[in-house]
C-alpha cells in the first residue's frame, strides 16, 4: 500500500507544478498528515539518493516537486528562460523587515528604513516574494504583508523557522543598524 499512496502522491504533485496543501492532500488521499509526510519522505529520500533530476519540498504547509537545483542552468538554457534579477539593497532591507516583522505594513517598513518604500514593496508583490494578507484594524486600515511560499522556495526554506536569528544576519543588515542601502545579499536563483 505504500508504493501505491508514494505513486499516486507523486502523480498529483507532478500533474500540479503548484505547491499542493498538505490538507488537500489528505482529503484526495484519505489519508493522514503524519502518513502524506512520510510518504513525501520516502519520495524525497528516493530522489536524493538515486541522484535524480527532481526534488520534492515542503514548504510550511504545502508539497511541490521542482528541478534538482544543480541542473538549473540546463533547465533554464531548454526552458530559454532568463536568469531572475537580482533584487537590490533596498529590495533585501524590504524584505528583511518582512520576514522576520511580518505581518507589517508598508509605514511600518518605512519608519524601520528611514524612507519611502512603495515602490520596493510593490516590486516585490509583483515577484510574489511577499503578499497582501489583510488591513490592520486601525484608522484607515493600512494593508499588511507577509511573505509567499515563493519567497521559501527562492531561499531553499520549508519555513519561516528556518530563518536565520537575527543575530546571525550579516553585519551589513538593516536589522544590525546599518544605514539603509548597505545590505549586500542577493536572490538565489531558482
Do not use: W
Not at 484526495?28 to 510518504?39: G, K, Q
Request: proline letters at 8%.
Amino acid at each position: 500500500m505504500e508504493h501505491e499512496i508514494d505513486s499516486i502522491l507523486e502523480s498529483i504533485l507532478f500533474a500540479s507544478g503548484d505547491p499542493m496543501p498538505l490538507s488537500r492532500l489528505c482529503a484526495l488521499l484519505d489519508r493522514s498528515e503524519d502518513d502524506i509526510l512520510e510518504a513525501a519522505r520516502r519520495l524525497a529520500d528516493g530522489y536524493s539518493f538515486e541522484r535524480r533530476g527532481i526534488r520534492l519540498l515542503r514548504l510550511e504547509d504545502s508539497l511541490q516537486l521542482c528541478s534538482a537545483p544543480e541542473n538549473g542552468e540546463y533547465v533554464r538554457r531548454a526552458l530559454e528562460t532568463r536568469k531572475p534579477p537580482r533584487l537590490s539593497p533596498a529590495a533585501m532591507e524590504v524584505l528583511t523587515i518582512v520576514a522576520y516583522f511580518q505581518p507589517v505594513t508598508r509605514t511600518y517598513i518605512e519608519q524601520i528604513r528611514g524612507v519611502d518604500s512603495s515602490y520596493t514593496v510593490g516590486l516585490l508583490v509583483d515577484r510574489e516574494l511577499i503578499e497582501p494578507c489583510g488591513r490592520l484594524d486601525v484608522p484607515g486600515r493600512p494593508t499588511i504583508y507577509r511573505t509567499t511560499p515563493g519567497f521559501l522556495r527562492a531561499f531553499g526554506l520549508s519555513s519561516l523557522d528556518e530563518l536565520p536569528e537575527q543575530e546571525e544576519l550579516p553585519q551589513s543588515s538593516v536589522l544590525a543598524g546599518t544605514a539603509p542601502g548597505e545590505l549586500q545579499m542577493t536572490l538565489p536563483e531558482v
